[in-house]
């Protein structure tokens, strides 16, 4: 772990910054710590087209950071390949989804709404703040 | 559809200092795959016309065809995980 990750997760342990200090002063620690960090995406307010990436960070207070890029068009073709399901292997998923408390039918997911679920993402953003300081950030860009 | 992916990167840093890059030419597997997904294309293709000739057209060519797109969406993931004294990063090219 380096000296200043420790410094922050020490200050957030004393009390002396609150978690979503901690977690803005790593993540502007993680920007310039590696040459493979996932770029940033452009300024979401001013930005035009559809969203490409869907990017997921996790700041733990416990010093492990996770950070995934998706590519929305993976996301795109696996709702695209719900919709090819066999109606028979559809019907269990949909039985087992609504056990779950989810009544989603995909058989009924046509192009059109995909593409607009997929526009729709750059407004998403979800943001998540643990009690012991864990952070999760969903969003896409 | 895009093209399968090329390249697995991965780099592994320790805090000892010690640096790990794994480069995985993925691309030497595109033969393999190729076969694979002309099987599949083709018993996809006898299944739907044989359910076609029964009165109950599937897609099922459509499905594998599919299964392709989304390896070729995979270009462009990466995973970076940060742990104590150790960070992991995994780019598919």
């Known amino acids: 772990m380096s ?5 922050i997760l ?8 609150t978690a979503e200090e901690g977690s803005r002063l790593l ?10 960090a996932p770029a940033e995406p452009p300024a979401r307010s001013g930005s035009t087209g559809a969203p490409k990436f869907m990017y997921v960070k996790v700041v733990s207070t416990k010093g492990d950071n ?7 068009g993976l996301v795109r073709a696996g709702l695209k390949l719900t919709s090819l399901i066999p109606p028979q292997a559809m019907e269990q998923i949909n039985t087992q989804m609504a056990a779950s408390g989810m009544s989603i039918d995909f058989a009924n997911l046509k192009q059109e709404d995909i593409e607009e679920l997929i526009e729709s993402l750059r407004e998403m953003e979800v943001n ?7 952070n999760v950030r969903v969003y896409c860009a | 559809m895009n093209a399968p992916p090329v390249v697995v990167d991965v780099r592994v840093a320790e ?3 010690r640096k790990v890059h794994l480069w995985l030419p993925v691309f030497v597997l595109w033969p393999l795959l190729l076969l694979v997904g002309g099987l599949a294309i083709a018993a996809a293709v006898l299944v739907d016309a044989a359910l076609f000739a029964m009165g109950r057209p599937y ?4 499905l594998v065809l599919g299964c392709f797109d989304a390896v070729g969406e995979a270009r462009g993931t990466q995973v970076l995980i940060d742990s104590k004294g150790r960070s992991v990063d995994v780019t598919v090219r």
Do not use: M, Y
Not at chain 1, 3 to 7: M, S, V
Not at chain 1, 66 to 72: D, H, T, Y
Not at chain 1, 128 to 134: F, T
Not at chain 2, 59 to 62: E, L, M, N, Q
């Open chain 1, 10 to 17: 020490s200050l957030i342990a004393e009390g002396k910054i």
């Open chain 1, 66 to 72: 996770v950070n995934v890029k998706i590519p929305l």
């Open chain 2, 15 to 17: 805090a000892a200092g």
């Open chain 2, 59 to 62: 897609r099922f060519t459509a």
């Open chain 1, 27 to 36: 993540d502007a620690l993680e920007t310039h710590r590696t040459q493979a």
């Open chain 1, 128 to 134: 998540v703040d643990s009690k012991n300081g864990d």
């Open chain 1, 3 to 7: 000296e200043d990750r420790a410094r």
